[in-house]
């Protein structure tokens, strides 16, 4: 057995675990995780990886010690385990260029998002929403990184068939919605998306997804502006020496 160790933190999952399965390990709200290693930077260095576009997954699974589903992962708690996983990498200051001035952040004062937990009482990753517009009920959910592998496959096969096309809005909302005034069948659904959903509808509900899904709240105000606006992930986050 090796003499050498490695340190590890525990990383609070946006979510708290309220959305997973009795049993799973994410329900527990938290994982461990261990800091990164030079095994850990020949991952990131992948090209094999990088043009696969999987170089970030593959990290973040080496890195995470508990023994979790990664496909269970919400979107919300994939990118706190991202920001953690920069943190344990290469510290918590991220610098980066914004609208022409040099921008530092501490990822370490990052905050997850306030969760309204009465609103997940029910643990069902299902949740009804009224369109403003056209007054349908509809209900939906919130993605998993297996439903992004999903919708990006989904999307490579629509590249092949109309190299010009890019429905990735609809593609999107196909796999959000769940269900139509009760109908639950993929095709009526998927009909809906691409033949009926108002504009101002599919904005209203991704708006309120965004307000109410668990994450890491990325908000900074850069010194020449009063609002927040969200920090940029670009290609420095992992490889600051790019």
Do not use: C
């Not at 170089?55 to 990118?79: A, E, F, P, R, T």
């Not at 490579?156 to 909302?173: Q, V």
């Not at 998927?190 to 033949?195: M, P």
Request: proline letters at 4%; hydrophobic letters at 35%; a negative charge.
């Amino acid at each position: 057995m090796s003499k050498f160790t490695l340190p590890t933190e525990t990383i609070e999952l946006p979510s708290k675990g309220l959305l997973y399965p009795e049993g799973s390990e994410l329900a527990k709200g938290i994982i461990e995780m261990k800091y990164m290693t030079a095994r850990e930077e020949d991952i990131l260095t992948n090209q094999s990886y990088i043009q696969k576009g999987t170089v970030i997954d593959k990290l973040m699974k080496s890195l995470i010690i508990s023994k979790i589903d990664y496909n269970q992962l919400l979107i919300g708690d994939k990118n706190a385990i991202m920001i953690a996983a920069r943190i344990l990498g290469y510290g918590k200051e991220y610098k980066f260029i914004y609208s022409g001035e040099d921008q530092e952040v501490d990822l370490s004062l990052l905050e997850n998002k306030k969760l309204d937990e009465d609103f997940y009482k029910s643990k069902i990753n299902e949740f009804p929403f009224k369109l403003p517009h056209s007054g349908n009920e509809i209900t939906y959910k919130l993605l998993t990184h297996k439903d992004e592998i999903d919708i990006d496959r989904e999307l490579e096969g629509l590249k092949k068939i109309n190299k010009d096309s890019s429905p990735e809005l609809t593609t999107r909302l196909k796999y959000v919605i769940q269900s139509i005034n009760g109908e639950r069948e993929k095709k009526d659904i998927r009909d809906y998306v691409d033949n009926y959903l108002l504009a101002r509808d599919s904005k209203a509900l991704r708006n309120h997804i965004r307000q109410t899904q668990p994450d890491v709240d990325l908000t900074f105000f850069p010194s020449n502006r009063e609002s927040g606006v969200n920090i940029p992930i670009g290609v420095s986050f992992f490889w600051p020496d790019a």
